[in-house]
């Protein structure tokens, strides 16, 4: 259309110019004015149309801008589904490995439960007295609770003395030594107080000798007989003496007896 209004306005141009060389013919004047009128009518039209093309065009440019925009959007949309789904799987797979650690733990936990309650029954057969009475430390694999069993299977019950309840003790202190495979230390203070000599003797032969980590008695001076001290004398590296110089006082002397490594 703009095209065909350039070209219009060009014959009229052409046409007024010609018009406007001297003519004999006396009409030329209004010919003339008539087409000066049409040339000004085109010529506004032409700057109609392109007042209305460069509209357009901002216009259009405005869409392109637009669809631009959209497109920034549009992509930004499918990222985040991209992620989203990226998310999702990898939840899915967080859950997956999550069973599966739950199931090894679970496995793991049955292990060494299993190796705790074998090692702490060994040593509850070595020591314990009773051995018809005391013939297993069963472990429940949920609640970790241990229970005492006889020779039949059956439970032993909670009332025990003392004694029996430092073997256990001890007994369970081996096991947890084993599962874990720590040396880790362990002080005991006055351990063969609560037990007769039966126990004692068992205990300084059996778990003393056994214990693989350092291990600190605390006893008074005769608690211990000397038979029994023999038992374990090769894995003593050191014996200290606490003396109080001043009863009145609580001020206390440390004083080596023996030194060595067993």
Same mark, same amino acid.
């Given at each position: ?10 014959? @009229? ?46 216009? @259009? ?39 599966? @650690? ?81 040396? #880790? ?6 351990p063969l107080k609560p037990l007769?000599? #039966? ?42 003496? @606490? ?20």
């Open positions: 259309r703009i095209d065909e209004l350039r070209q219009r306005r060009a014959e @009229l141009q052409a046409a007024l110019e010609e018009l406007e060389q001297p003519a004999l013919d006396p009409g030329w004047r209004a010919d003339l004015e008539v087409k000066r009128r049409a040339l000004a009518k085109a010529q506004a039209a032409f700057e109609a149309q392109s007042q209305k093309a460069q509209s357009l065009e901002s216009e @259009l440019h405005t869409i392109h801008d637009q669809r631009g925009a959209l497109a920034e959007t549009l992509e930004d949309a499918h990222e985040r589904d991209r992620a989203r789904d990226h998310l999702s799987r990898r939840a899915e797979l967080a859950a997956g490995v999550g069973e599966a @650690l739950i199931d090894v733990a679970g496995q793991l936990r049955t292990t060494r439960v299993g190796t705790l309650e074998r090692a702490a029954t060994s040593m509850l057969r070595r020591t314990a007295h009773k051995a018809e009475l005391f013939e297993k430390l069963a472990i429940d694999r949920e609640t970790l609770r241990y229970a005492v069993l006889d020779a039949d299977g059956h439970h032993v019950p909670p009332g025990r003395s003392t004694g029996e309840r430092t073997i256990l003790a001890l007994c369970l202190v081996y096991g947890l030594q084993k599962t874990s495979g720590c040396r #880790f230390p362990l002080v005991l203070e006055a007769d000599p #039966f126990h004692q003797e068992a205990v300084l032969r059996h778990f003393l000798t056994a214990y693989a980590g350092q291990t600190i008695l605390l006893v008074k001076p005769g608690e211990v007989p000397a038979a029994f001290m023999e038992l374990c004398r090769d894995r003593i590296a050191t014996s200290l003496r @606490l003396v109080r110089p001043q009863p009145e006082t609580e001020w206390t002397q440390i004083e080596t007896e023996k030194a060595g490594l067993s």
